[in-house]
């Protein structure tokens, strides 16, 4: 009986610890995959601010070329 007893928790731990494991490799995995989209959100908003900047000065150098 104690034998029984104790292989049953030891199968409730263990499938509890193997539930955590699996919970935390898909939480990493979601954390990855956010992370990665803020890159490449990060990177695309970057460019249009690169190019918005570029196109205002080739706006503005001609204008200040005239009104000299």
Known sequence: MNIEIARAR????????????????RAMAEYKARQQAVQERTEKLRALRLMRDEARK??????KKQSD
């Open 10 to 25: 030891a199968e409730a731990a263990f499938k509890k610890k193997q539930e955590a494991r699996i919970e935390g490799e």
């Open 58 to 63: 080739k706006v503005i150098a001609p204008a």
